[in-house]
Nanobody
C-alpha cells in the first residue's frame, strides 16, 4: 500500500551536514509514526529518530540528540532528517519507515524504503 523512497545520501566530512529526504506514497494517517533507522555493515538496524505524523512530536536516539532533526511536510508527504556535526559512527545506510506506533525496534514497522547511503569520511 505504502511506498517510501529515501534520497539525499552521500559523502560528507566529519563535522559536516547532510539532509535526507523520504518521499511517501499511499496513505499516512495522523496516528502513524514515521521513523528513521540506520544500519552499518555487520550491525543491527538502529533507531535514529521518529516523528508522529499528526502531532509532529519527535523522538531521538541518545546518540543523535542535539545533532539531528526530524521533520515532516504532511501536504507533500515528505519526511526529512537534518544531520549536522556528523561523525564517522553516523556512516550507514539510512532507512525511512512507517509504523502504527512509536517503537525503537525495527520489527513493528510495516513499510520501509530501500535506504540511502551516508558516508562520513575525511
Amino acid at each position: 500500500q505504502v511506498q517510501l523512497l529515501e534520497s539525499g545520501g552521500g559523502l560528507v566530512q566529519p563535522g559536516g551536514s547532510l539532509t535526507l529526504s523520504c518521499a511517501a506514497s499511499g496513505t499516512i494517517f495522523s496516528s502513524h509514526v514515521m521513523a528513521w533507522f540506520r544500519q552499518a555493515p555487520g550491525k543491527e538496524r538502529e533507531f535514529v529518530a521518529s516523528i508522529r505524523w499528526g502531532y509532529g512530536t519527535t523522538y531521538y536516539a541518545d546518540s543523535v540528540k542535539g545533532r539531528f532533526t526530524v521533520s515532516r511536510n504532511k501536504a507533500e508527504k515528505m519526511v526529512y532528517l537534518q544531520m549536522s556535526s556528523l561523525i564517522p559512527e553516523d556512516a550507514a545506510v539510512y532507512y525511512c519507515a512507517r509504523g502504527n506506533s512509536l517503537s525503537t525496534s525495527p520489527t513493528p514497522y510495516q513499510y520501509w524504503g530501500q535506504g540511502t547511503q551516508v558516508t562520513v569520511s575525511s
